[in-house]
């Protein structure tokens, strides 16, 4: 059974608002982008997938991300969106607040976000001729590391360690059929990172 959208941490949510930041917009555009292309979506089951986050002010831990479950809505407002206020990878645990509950994937949000307080987007999408060209060729996760775990979180420090994380980066899991990452100092390197292996990997930008 597709485990997709269980959210595999200790959820302290709490209803209120979202802080007026700029960076909302770039974050809505950027998830409804990506939407369109298929890369984030709902499976026939009625499964969603992909989810996308930002952090408005470096200094800070707190990020704000797509909500759970919204990934089968071709567009998403600010009601779809949820602030991490803090995390601990180690607990397991996750706390936030907004319209909605964060994504099940957060906590690996939170992990890539430890590495480097430059990075500023990173984007959780899913595509299987992707996935499958990146394994093992892209920095991959083992594939007995399921995703939204503290398992993920540590994984995607080791891969990482030592590397420049200001520059762009993508990832596979192989733990996590088609699921891609894609990360950097703002939606725009984030994104050219993750369309960048289309041509790369002689793909069509339509599966």
């Known amino acids: 059974m597709r485990d997709e959208g269980v959210t595999k941490y200790e959820c302290i949510y709490r209803v209120g608002s979202l802080p007026d930041v700029d960076s909302l917009d770039e974050l809505i555009a950027c998830r409804n982008r990506l939407f369109m292309r298929g890369l984030v979506g709902v499976y026939p089951d009625g499964i969603s997938?992909?989810?996308?986050?930002?952090?408005?002010?470096?200094a800070a831990r707190a990020f704000i991300v797509t909500?759970?479950?919204?990934?089968?809505?071709?567009?998403?407002?600010?009601a779809d969106l949820s602030l991490v206020v803090d995390y601990d990878i180690r607990e397991n645990r996750v706390s936030c607040t907004g319209p909605v509950a964060a994504s099940s994937e957060s906590l690996t949000h939170a992990?890539?976000?430890?590495?480097d307080a430059r990075i500023r987007a990173v984007l959780h999408v899913h595509s299987q001729a992707l996935w499958q060209s990146a394994l093992g060729v892209l920095p991959t996760t083992e594939k007995n590391i399921a995703y939204g775990t503290p398992a993920m979180a540590y994984e995607i420090h080791r891969l990482f360690a030592g590397i420049d994380c200001a520059r762009p980066q993508v990832l596979a899991m192989a733990g996590h059929a088609e699921g891609i990452i894609s990360f950097g100092m703002?939606?725009?390197?984030?994104?050219a990172a993750l369309y960048s292996l289309y041509p790369a990997f002689k793909l069509s930008t339509q599966e």
């Open 49 to 58: 997938f992909g989810n996308v986050s930002f952090r408005p002010d470096a």
């Open 67 to 78: 909500g759970t479950q919204t990934g089968h809505k071709p567009k998403i407002t600010a």
């Open 111 to 115: 992990a890539i976000y430890a590495l």
């Open 186 to 191: 703002n939606f725009t390197e984030a994104e």
